[in-house]
């Protein structure tokens, strides 16, 4: 990065239009923004099909474990297969693997929508479509993390990449559970799982329209397992990017699954219907839309390091304050707080990660930050759905919410340390402009003396 470069990217916003164009910086780059509008038309299909299988799954079964067991079913494939697919993301087209795990995914709710709307559906076939997205996941979640690099052609603005990424996710999050609310009690859930599958034209697409330099395979002499081997040890022997994974996992495991307990707090504690279930899940989506526009906002991946265990904090605080409201409007209020806790806690630790990894090993690593984020979720489905069963959806979110707090205060605790593990690779890559030129100022007074 030169001077000039520096300048531009220090520059704060004077006005109004000079901040809108500061925070969608990352949509001057064609590719990105094809993908931006392709995969943000395509979430929205997406959390409305989430909304209609945990609103199926209830009416057909009024079961709390069935609901943590689809959620589990759905999401395993992901924590599983993960090691595999990264190592495919380093050594293979991530471009390629990107495309094709959004036709099979399109494929799988076409035929979940011909299944719901002939009224064949059976919770076997939800469970098993369910493991069929899983795996296709598995595989796109580390290829589309990695491949975000190369739509990014200025690598100074990847943070904020990633951020309009997670607005992106959000707005989707926010607008898809509204509709799917409203669709499910007008039509039934057959109607999302068909938006659903339309939606899959718009990413597959702005895939297609892309102009990608195509990067050749890595030719390694490592088989598979090797080459996974030298991913783990890089991960996790270093303390900053496995206390980030950690934390993920934490959160992932306890405080994520709320959301298959939904349908539970909409319908029998709140007194409402799908509409009500919708809200509440456009709430959470709201907060953490806002909480990714402010990653956007931010010039720099400096001072992340605080924003993750704060963010976290605030998540588990909000969980438990969610748990004991009997009013919907202060429901929605809570989870709007909670979602913008999670938002951050997860789109902060991304953009860490992303930061401070090697390329060579940004699949294998993206791969356990998808096995950490998603991966832990369905043993959480599970386990959320057994707790709720025997104590009780209310307290199983209130063992979730301290367990993030919990989780957030030891990071903390560690997080001086963590930072001066950090500091080298920022300076490095020049995220730390003013230091890096003050240590080679001294390295010449050192070389003339």
Partial sequence: MNS????????????GISAIHFIF??????NYRLYFMGQGISLIGTWMQRIAISWLVYRLTNSMFLLGFVGFATQMPTFLLGPIAGVAADRFNRY?????TQIFAMIQAVIFAILVLTDTIRVWEIVVLGSVLGIINAFDTPSRQSLMVD??????DLSNAIALN???VNGARLIGPSIAGILIAAFGEGVCFLSNAIS??????ALLGMRLKIVESIRSKQDLFGHFKDGFKYAFGFPPIRSVLMLISLISLMGMPYTVLMPIFARDILGGGAHTLGFLMASAGAGALLGAFYLASRKTVVGLGKVVPTAAALFGCGLILFSISRQTWLSMILLFFA???MMVQMAASNTILQTIVDDDKRGRVMSFYAMSFFGMVPLGNLLAGSLASSIGPSWTIVMGGLSCMIGAAVFMRKLPVYRKMVRPIYIRK?????VAEALQLTDRIGQRQ
């Fill in 166 to 168: 997670s607005s992106m």
């Fill in 96 to 100: 390629r693997i990107l495309l094709i």
């Fill in 339 to 341: 979602g913008m806790g």
């Fill in 200 to 205: 899959y034209i718009a990413v597959i697409a």
């Fill in 4 to 15: 000039e470069e520096k300048s531009n990217s220090s520059e704060k916003p004077n006005n």
């Fill in 430 to 434: 020049g995220i730390i402009p003013e």
């Fill in 151 to 156: 739509m990014i052609e200025d690598r100074s």
């Fill in 25 to 30: 910086r990352a949509l001057r780059f064609r």
